[in-house]
C-alpha cells in the first residue's frame, strides 16, 4: 500500500462516510476513519491527488465518477473469506439441501437453485459446489449456484478461480486432489466440473433492481456481510433476499450475525449450531 501523507480530516470523512454508506449500506463508525484513511491513499496516489477533498469531489463530480466508484468499493470491502470457512455450519447447509431434494422428489425439470451473496473471491461458492459433488452424485439432481458480490475486482478473481495455499488451509489432500488442478508451488486452479456449477453477477444487496436479477431460491448464504451495515442497511439487504427466495426458502447468516430486532420477515429455525432462517 502506498502512503500520500495526506490526512483525512473529520469534515471529509464525514462526507465519504455518508457516500460509502448510501451506495453499499457500508458503515464507517468514528473508530474506523484510520482505516478508510489507509484503505483510500492508494487511490490519492493512483489519480495523483493531493488530498481526500479532491478525491472526494472526483467521486461526485468527474467523467469517471462510475468507474472510480466501483474502484472505491475494491478498496474498502473487506473480502476475507477461505474454502470450507465454518464446517459446522456448512454441514447443517448440506442436511438442509438434503431437505430440500427430497421435497423436490422426482420432479426431473426442478432446479435446486443456491445464491452466495457477497461471495467474494468464490471460495464459497466454489465450497457449495465440492459439497454438492460429494453429496449428491445424481446427476439426475440439478443443482445451480449464483455467487454475486458488489466489488468487481472480488469478482474477476472468482472467475479465474485460482487459490494459494492460505485460502485452501480446510481443504483435506483427498479434496485438493480430486477438484483443484495445481499449477504452481503455492497454486491451484478450481477444477472446470466445478467452476461451470456457479454463474458470478455484480449485485448490490442495497439496491432493489440489481438484487431483483437473482430470484427463485430454494437457500441463500449471506454470511459475514451484514456485519459491516447498521441496522437500516441490514434490514434493506435482508428484505431483498426475502423477495429472491421461495416460500420454504433457507437464508443461512454468519455465525455471529441475526435477525434479532432487525426483521421479523423470517422464521428461526436453527438454533446454537447455526443461525438459519426459513421464508414461511
Ligand atoms: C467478508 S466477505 C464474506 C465472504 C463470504 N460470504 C464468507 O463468508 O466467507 C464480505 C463481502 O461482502 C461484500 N459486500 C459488502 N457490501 C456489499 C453489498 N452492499 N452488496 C453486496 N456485497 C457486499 C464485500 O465486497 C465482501 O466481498
Redesign the pocket.
Known amino acids: 500500500m502506498e502512503y500520500t501523507g495526506a490526512i483525512l480530516s473529520d469534515d471529509v470523512f464525514n462526507k465519504l462516510k455518508e457516500l460509502i454508506y448510501e451506495i ?3 458503515y464507517f463508525s468514528g473508530q474506523k476513519k484510520y482505516l478508510l484513511e489507509t484503505r483510500l491513499s492508494k487511490r490519492l496516489s493512483v489519480l495523483n491527488l493531493p488530498n481526500f477533498e479532491d478525491y472526494y469531489n472526483y467521486l461526485k463530480y468527474s467523467h469517471d465518477k462510475i468507474l472510480e466508484t466501483q474502484e472505491l ?1 475494491n478498496s474498502i ?6 474454502f470450507f ?1 465454518d464446517m459446522p455450519q456448512l454441514e447443517v447447509f448440506v442436511d438442509i439441501l438434503k431437505q430440500v431434494v427430497q421435497a423436490a422428489g422426482n420432479n426431473a425439470y426442478k432446479k435446486i437453485r443456491i445464491w ?5 473471491t468464490g ?2 461458492p466454489y465450497t457449495i459446489g465440492i459439497l454438492i459433488k460429494e453429496n449428491f452424485p445424481s446427476p439426475d439432481i440439478k443443482f445451480e449456484i449464483s455467487g ?4 468487481g475486482h ?1 469478482l474477476d478473481s472468482a472467475k479465474k478461480g485460482i487459490y494459494g495455499s492460505y485460502t485452501l488451509r480446510n481443504v483435506s489432500a483427498a479434496v485438493l486432489k480430486k477438484y483443484f488442478d495445481k499449477i504452481d508451488d503455492d497454486l491451484y486452479r478450481i477444477k472446470d466440473e466445478i467452476k461451470k456449477m456457479t454463474a458470478f453477477h455484480n ?4 439496491d432493489v433492481k440489481d438484487v431483483k436479477k437473482l430470484n427463485e431460491f430454494d437457500v441463500v ?5 451484514i456485519i ?1 451495515f447498521d441496522a437500516e442497511s441490514k434490514k434493506k ?1 435482508i428484505t431483498n433476499i426475502y423477495e429472491s427466495l421461495k416460500a420454504g426458502g433457507y437464508l443461512f447468516l ?1 455465525h455471529s450475525e441475526s435477525l434479532h430486532s432487525i426483521t421479523s420477515l423470517f422464521k428461526l429455525v436453527g438454533l446454537g449450531k447455526t443461525p438459519l432462517y426459513r421464508k414461511e
Open positions: 453499499s449500506g457500508i468499493l470491502t473487506t473480502n476475507e473469506t477461505s470457512r452466495s451473496a457477497a461471495c467474494s471460495e464459497e454475486s458480490d458488489i466489488s472480488v449485485v448490490n444487496l442495497m448464504l449471506c454470511r459475514n456481510v459491516y439487504a454468519g
